[in-house]
């Protein structure tokens, strides 16, 4: 390994050190902040994931037509029979 190398894996290590330290301070500081409320938000509410809403049948025949389109299929939801 030549020292070029060896600096770059130095630096990588002292990289990731430092962003360890710092998911750790955020953590803290979300930590004690979140002690100090006198009422705990919701989880989906604090970390910003939005409620998944349920998929129509609608929606659902919606999605097939799609991947039956992008993979060139034969779509037998609109076939007429005669």
Do not use: C
């Not at 990289?15 to 006198?38: N, S, V």
């Not at 025949?61 to 005669?82: Q, W």
Request: charged content about 30%; aromatic content about 10%; overall charge positive.
């Amino acid at each position: 390994m030549t020292h070029h190398e060896l600096d770059l894996r130095f630096k990588g290590f002292e990289r990731k050190q430092k962003e360890h330290y710092q998911d750790l301070l955020f953590l803290a500081w979300h930590i004690e902040g979140l002690a100090r409320t006198t009422k705990m938000p919701a989880l989906n509410e604090f970390i910003g994931v939005e409620k998944k809403k349920k998929m129509t049948s609608e929606d659902a025949l919606n999605a097939s037509r799609a991947i039956i389109a992008a993979f060139g299929g034969i779509n037998m939801f609109d076939k007429k029979e005669s």
